[in-house]
């Protein structure tokens, strides 16, 4: 059946939690491993600002917390090779702490036992699979890269399919995260030490060699950046493309439609609505093109708008790995 641990309770991993829930796969987490203290964490996988109330049974037990009546074990462990995945029988850990990104760290859970480890995030050294773009056939450490790429790259990929990329423009809008300052204070990106909730906040992100490993033809094409805003939680990736084969905003939504119903349909979706961020939250794609703001200009300048979930849509494909990986 698939035996999982998390290692990181933190946003992604509480997400994952209430996914794999609401798959009816909650039977399957076995183990969860953070610094904090259980009841802490009972109380936060109950009470979640942006998710809600988790309406079901948590009871604190002697090993760990119940959930419905399934006992989930809960460790206070910050060094992996304390951890004893064996005894507990783990097929995939996920490592979700985003501290342990280099294989050599990952292949610490396969020392202490588990048969398999996913990443919630790029690995330092590995390449990354992405969802429904790239396969890889050794599934003993994955790296799926981050809830950006998932949003961009399968994009790109149907883009690239049907019309051919010159190259791209990518600007990611996204809600703030753990990992900025909620006031002023010294950070070594200057501009991510700001107060995450008083700006908007541009950012690095380095997803470009990513994307050129997996669209080789892009390589010196591509510019990416983020700029963080003032939500909890939330994206909109902004794709500006110079085509090679000349279309129209009405061909290329159709040609994202036509994916999105058939073999991209776990990961896009298009949508025609007039939404804004918070109309994605709890949305389980990794990319929700809003087709209503397509445009192209002199049939080979195009911009794409496409919306996720930075939380929700991510830790669906983690459960989507994980389904693929026990
Ligand atoms: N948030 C998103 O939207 C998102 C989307 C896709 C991917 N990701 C990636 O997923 C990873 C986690 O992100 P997140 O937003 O979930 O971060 P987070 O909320 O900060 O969660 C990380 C959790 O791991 C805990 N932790 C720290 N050191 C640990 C250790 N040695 N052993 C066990 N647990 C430990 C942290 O505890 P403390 O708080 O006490 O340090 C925290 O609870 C990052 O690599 C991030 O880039 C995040």
């Known amino acids: 059946m698939g035996r999982y641990a998390i290692n990181g309770m933190g ?12 798959r009816g796969q909650l039977k399957n987490l076995i183990a969860v491993n953070d610094l904090m203290a259980k009841e802490n964490l009972i109380y936060l996988l109950k009470y979640d600002s942006i998710r809600g109330t988790f309406n079901q049974d948590i009871q604190s037990t002697a090993n760990g917390f119940s959930v419905d009546g399934h006992e989930i074990i809960c460790f206070q ?5 304390q951890l004893n995945w064996q005894q507990h029988a783990i097929d995939v850990v996920v490592e979700a702490t985003g501290l342990f990104t280099h294989s050599s760290e990952m292949q610490q859970h396969v020392a202490v036992g588990a048969k398999k480890v996913l990443l919630t995030t790029f690995s330092k050294d590995l390449p990354s699979t992405i969802w429904g773009v790239n396969d890889q056939q050794d599934l003993t450490l994955v790296s799926p890269g981050d809830c950006t790429i998932n949003c961009v790259a399968p994009l790109l990929h149907v883009v690239e399919q049907a019309f051919g ?13 753990t990992r900025q300052q909620l006031i002023d204070a010294p950070y070594k990106g200057l501009r991510r030490g700001r107060a995450a909730a008083h700006s908007i906040i541009p950012f690095e992100v380095n997803i470009r060699p990513v994307l050129e490993t997996i669209f080789p033809a892009l390589r010196g094409k591509i510019e990416t950046m983020s700029t963080r805003v003032p939500i ?37 979706a298009i949508t025609f609505d007039p939404i804004v961020s918070a109309d994605v939250l709890g949305n389980p794609h ?41």
Request: aromatic fraction near 8%; glycine fraction near 6%.
């Open 11 to 22: 946003r992604i991993g509480r997400t994952l939690f209430r996914v794999l829930h609401q």
């Open 286 to 326: 990794s990319s929700i093109v809003d087709g209503a703001l397509t445009r192209v200009t002199n049939g080979t300048h195009a911009k794409v708008l496409t919306w996720f979930d930075n939380e929700w849509g991510y830790s669906n494909r983690l459960a989507d790995w994980l389904h693929k990986m026990r």
């Open 77 to 81: 462990q910050p060094n992996i090779a």
């Open 165 to 177: 990329i010159e190259s791209a423009h990518i600007n990611v809008i996204q809600g703030y995260t």
């Open 232 to 268: 909890p939680c939330g994206a909109l990736a902004d794709i500006s493309l110079v085509l090679k084969k000349a279309t129209s905003a009405d061909r290329l939504n159709a040609f994202i439609q036509q994916k999105a119903n058939h073999e991209m349909k776990n990961s896009v």
